[in-house]
């Protein structure tokens, strides 16, 4: 069993930063992938980013890829999400989850929501113009 919390959400102008952390509980922490997922109001839950267990592996939806940055710190049982150059189409709320899985044979089943088995409660990203 893993718990996710989020935190680091606020409102910001375009073109700023924000940085969000994912804390998780659970000495197995290092044994998940996790990924960072947005949702707008009205819209289906996106993939943002991932990272694997060790943190050598990332992956980005295009849509972020160069102004986002996901790393994960093991020992701290923490997973970071560095948003820069933030723009107001970034609004949404962001969610920490956890994949057991370690990895896709295919380059699609990451992007999944219905792949990771636990979740945050998400934290609220307003990036205003």
């Known amino acids: 069993q893993v718990q996710l919390v989020e935190s680091g959400g606020g409102l910001v102008q375009a073109g700023g930063s924000l940085p969000l952390s994912c804390a998780a509980s659970?000495?197995?922490?290092?044994?998940?992938?996790v990924g960072w997922f947005r949702q707008a109001p009205g819209k289906e839950r996106e993939f943002v980013a991932r990272i694997s267990r060790g943190g050598g592996v990332t992956f980005y939806a295009d849509s972020v890829k160069g102004r986002f940055t996901i790393s994960r710190d093991n020992a701290k049982n923490t997973v970071y999400l560095q948003m820069n150059s933030l723009k107001p189409e970034d609004t949404a709320v962001y969610y920490c989850a956890a994949d057991a899985a370690a990895y896709y044979s295919d380059n699609y089943s990451y992007r999944l929501p219905t792949m990771y088995d636990y979740w945050g409660q998400g934290t609220q990203v307003t990036v205003s113009s």
């Open positions: 659970g000495r197995t922490f290092s044994s998940y992938a």
